[in-house]
């Protein structure tokens, strides 16, 4: 499940690592968005949320650093 989680803060972080934006929330093209957000969305936001147990924790793990160890053979730079 932690590497399911690392690869979604992965795509919501992509922005951010490549200098298009400061912070995540402010990529509008991200799913990050309609995630926290209570608007109507095709996104599964339920399911992305239980991944991280709730919406509190999924906003938490967004706003704290991680490494891409256990996904690093998946990237492509």
Do not use: A
Not at 42 to 64: L, M, Q, S
């Amino acid at each position: 499940m932690h590497q399911l989680q690392n690869v979604i803060y992965y795509i919501h972080n992509n922005p951010v690592q490549h200098g298009f934006v400061k912070q995540m929330n402010l990529y509008p093209w991200s799913s990050y968005g309609s995630i926290v957000s209570d608007k109507p969305t095709k996104i599964n936001r339920k399911e992305v949320i239980e991944i991280f147990g709730n919406k509190d924790e999924f906003i938490k793990y967004h706003n704290e650093n991680h490494t891409f160890n256990e996904i690093i053979n998946f990237v492509i730079e």
